[in-house]
């Protein structure tokens, strides 16, 4: 799955020259929290989230009247208050490594870019879906998590159990166990009962952490 499969097209965006108060109106009525800033060549030139804004706004402890508080922020701009040094990805990068920039930069968004310009924007939400649909959350079934020995052919041996017993895997997610030996897997299933899968992986002799129907 690459980023161009799953990230909003054609996003909300803003020019630097904006004001605060410009985009704090455009981020209520867009019910968003973060905005891209494009110059006049629809390139990237920054990032200004509500946070930024309400950093930007004068505390609650001012002694300006809203009238002064209104009119300074009508005379500051977004450049004045975004983050420059915006991470960017590449609209064929798998989705994977944008999670990946996102979690190892502690950022919540990536503006995408094709042939320089910004085609769209992925976002954390946008992940929680993928994440949501890879464990096939949405559809019923048997979920189990067992942990495999990490060689050929484990997996194999279970997908042809459950289908000779009339079942289907909806999903598969693997990830790391304790030890470089074996590795965790949560299968989700319909058409076969629990009972059915545990005695599938007792057959099999795999080890079963939790099964749940779901």
Known sequence: MRV???MTRNPVFITPDATVTDAKLLMSRQKITKLPVLDDRKH????VTNNDLLKASPSQATTLDMYEIGYLLSRLTVE???KKDVITVSDDEV???AARIMGDNDISCLPVIKDELMIGIITVTDLFNIFIDLF???QKGVRATVVMDE???QLATISRAIADLGGNIISTVTWSAEDAAHRNITLKVNGINEEQMKKILMDTHIELKAVKTI
């Open 95 to 97: 989705i994977e490594e």
């Open 151 to 153: 060689k050929p052919g």
């Open 44 to 47: 990237v030139v920054g990032i």
């Open 4 to 6: 161009r499969d799953v």
């Open 136 to 138: 096939g959350a949405r």
């Open 80 to 82: 004045k208050v975004m």
